[in-house]
């Protein structure tokens, strides 16, 4: 009998297929159905076999569902119902008797995907001085929830209830906070927020104070954004040692290589944003920075657009580029070169972004206190100098039942979001006494989503769809209110942010306690964990392969297409196969309109869309919204002109294209081949495919 060679076996380790197993199961299944020849089983093992070879890509791993599945697919053409009814009432019995399964040496207490367990058992269970793991999920929860909750002693309210509450929106997958406090809650480092923005100064020691200071955030699972546009440039005059500067771009490079040193806490890369304004003389070195494969690996870049070079550029004249250190125009550049300077560089590598530096600072709550120059390393929160960003998203793909939103449920974990987030900010051991300050002083958090791609599919609704921005705004809405609300009990409760009296609520709210509440984070790691989509991103695949522990492949389907697939009696393996050869379903046959329509993933639908919903999110949204527009191969500069301009005049606060093969180096890639598939890294859930997003 031929094997097939490899199977992954549901505590996660690789085992030869044995036929002879397969044989018994079905001899028993035949057995179990009474029918009158159980030595077709033979047979039958055969034909799984046979179809097993066909559907599973080649170097791909076949799983026990990838065998189940075609098991039940022979029997159903072998015409053997109740064989296939007896065979899985055979497993259901023998899971019952094992109990919790084993996946990669974790015990999943809590009935977690697979690829959630993986990336838990790498990145966040605790371990030993062996290096031996000593968390299961639900230990993990329980820990992270008894940490932020016993903030709860201070404000002499009830810890044990803030602990339920918490645990119960962890556990559940209805909530999840940002990775650096899955990591570090209730350990000794204690470093609980997600990003911070350090100031550089033009002055050496100020450079490399800020860069010592970066070092030891990235240690501590933290990333970083920065503006440098406060750096003379290139070539200009240096008193002390009557030299001349090298300018900014030469010190970002030395940033990126102390970041590849230094790893985020030793389990993931560090992470910066870099930000340059568009009237600094450097500015066409910073944009072109990137082109060049292998430069600022551990940066994303963005430059800080004006309205007046937008209506320079619109009007055709020229912009004066400003020197930071004399405050005097150095010399006028044609503002239409300059932007088609930054647009074929983002067409042609993804970078740089842009953030469009006047509609952040009018939309943000303390003009008084200061002015923001930069954002968080995937742009979601613009902060003040040592300001840090706090963030959680709620899970929307689990806040629909009976295909609508239950807004109940959506209203009770947008209030424990915001409740626990607040209580990160008492808890969390801050890495430098300027950041817990300026914390305290303004206490921003953001509460955003993930899984929004699943809820619209769930609503029935397409995602390029006006449907869908309606739900959008409304969604948004309702969480800022909530949170909102929320924010002012925990102000009467336990007092406002100091700054309150000099923010833009100080006529409006007597009592406030958080200068922001929501903002849209694009996930990661997190919608990995909560077997979701990527925060407002649209499905990047319906099926494809995926690159887990040291390059074995797995084939991976959305569960939520699968069941729906299922539900309509049009699943099977083969199908699944054939998707992954594209990700999208749109020209695949067998796949009813329905299915179709809902399903679109992020190359289906057109550009515009994805800018319609960043802006329908930022409508609401207190701080800023992070979404990538996806581009195929063949799109054109002028396409990635289309969406900047369209941005803008939607008042988002910044945008990111990626275009599909610009960069040698991604995380999700396309089957150029006929028997290619497309395939996507471990840890990849959405969002950017040019490189892998930390937060």
């Not at 900014?248 to 930000?275: C, E, H, L, W």
């Not at 009813?592 to 289906?604: G, H, I, N, Q, R």
Request: charged letters at 25%; a positive charge; one cysteine or more.
């Amino acid at each position: 009998m031929a094997k097939i060679v490899q199977i992954r076996k549901k505590d996660g380790s690789i085992a030869v297929f044995e036929a002879q197993k397969l044989e018994k199961s079905l001899e028993n299944a035949l057995i179990s159905a009474r029918h009158k020849n159980p030595k077709l089983a033979k047979k039958l093992a055969q034909q799984v076999i046979d179809t097993l070879e066909k559907q599973i890509p080649k170097g791909v791993v076949a799983t026990v569902k990838d065998v189940t599945d075609v098991i039940l697919e022979v029997l159903a053409k072998n015409k053997l119902p109740q064989a296939a009814k007896a065979y899985l009432e055979h497993r259901k019995t023998h899971k019952e008797a094992v109990g919790f399964r084993t996946v990669y040496g974790v015990r999943d207490d809590l009935g977690m995907s697979t690829n959630a367990i993986i990336v838990l058992a790498k990145r966040y269970l605790l371990r030993n001085e062996q290096n031996a793991i000593i968390e299961t999920p639900s230990r993990l929860f329980h820990r992270v929830a008894k940490a932020v909750a016993a903030v709860e002693a201070t404000y002499s309210k009830s810890v044990k209830k803030a602990e339920e509450e918490f645990y119960d929106v962890l556990s559940n997958l209805h909530f999840l906070p940002n990775t650096p406090t899955l990591m570090n809650a209730g350990t000794s480092l204690g470093q609980l927020s997600a990003c911070f923005v350090l100031p550089i100064d033009d002055d050496l020691r100020s450079i490399f104070h800020t860069l010592e200071n970066a070092m030891m955030i990235h240690q501590s699972g933290g990333g970083t954004g920065f503006s440098f546009g406060r750096l003379r440039p290139k070539g200009d005059r240096v008193r002390s040692t009557q030299g001349v500067a090298s300018g900014p771009v030469s010190y970002m490079t030395i940033f990126d290589k102390a970041t590849d040193v230094i790893k985020q806490g030793g389990k993931r890369r560090g992470a910066n944003m870099g930000v340059m304004p568009i009237d600094h003389p450097d500015i066409e070195e910073f944009i072109a920075a990137k082109r060049r494969e292998g430069m600022l690996t551990n940066f994303n870049i963005s430059v800080a657009v004006t309205d007046k070079f937008i209506d320079a550029v619109a009007k055709d004249q020229e912009f004066e580029l400003v020197n930071p250190r004399t405050k005097q125009a150095v010399r006028k550049v044609k503002a239409k070169e300059l932007w088609a300077q930054l647009v074929n560089a983002a067409w042609e590598c993804g970078d740089p972004g842009i953030i469009f530096i006047d509609e952040i600072n009018r939309k943000q709550p303390t003009p008084q206190v200061g002015q923001i120059e930069t954002t968080n390393p995937c742009g979601e929160v613009p902060l003040l100098p040592y300001e840090p960003c706090n963030l959680g998203s709620i899970n929307l793909a689990r806040m629909v039942k009976n295909g609508k939103l239950h807004w109940d449920k959506l209203k009770h974990t947008v209030r424990v979001g915001t409740h626990f987030l607040d209580n990160v900010i008492d808890a969390n051991k801050w890495p430098m006494p300027e950041i817990e300050q300026v914390a305290k002083a303004n206490r921003k958090i953001g509460l955003g989503v993930m899984g929004w791609a699943e809820c619209l599919a769930k609503c029935g609704i397409r995602y390029d769809s006006d449907k869908a921005l309606e739900l959008a705004e409304k969604i948004a809405k309702f969480i800022q209110d909530e949170s909102r609300k929320k924010s002012v009990e925990l102000g009467e409760e336990r007092g406002s942010f100091p700054n309150l009296p000099r923010s833009v609520y100080a006529k409006k709210y007597k009592f406030l306690r958080n200068a922001t509440t929501t903002s849209i984070a694009p996930t990661g790691t997190i919608s990995i964990i909560a077997d979701s989509t990527s925060g407002i991103e649209p499905f990047f695949a319906v099926s494809f392969v995926r690159d887990v522990m040291s390059g074995t492949k797995l084939l991976e389907a959305n569960k939520y297409f699968e069941s729906f697939a299922r539900e309509r009696g049009f699943y099977s393996k083969q199908l699944m196969v054939k998707i992954a050869k594209q990700g999208s379903v749109q020209s695949v046959a067998g796949i009813p309109a329905e299915a179709k329509k809902l399903f679109v993933t992020s190359f289906d639908i057109k550009p515009d869309w994805h800018v319609k919903h960043q802006a329908a999110w930022q409508k609401f949204s207190d701080n800023a919204v992070s979404k990538t527009v996806n581009l195929p191969n063949n799109a054109k500069p002028q396409d990635v002109e289309a969406i900047y301009k369209l941005a803008h005049k939607l008042k988002c606060k910044g945008t990111t294209v990626f275009r599909s093969g610009s960069k040698k180096e991604q995380v999700l890639y396309v089957g150029k081949q006929p028997q290619e598939h497309v395939t996507v890294e471990e840890e990849f859930s959405g969002g950017c495919p040019g490189n892998t997003c930390p937060f």
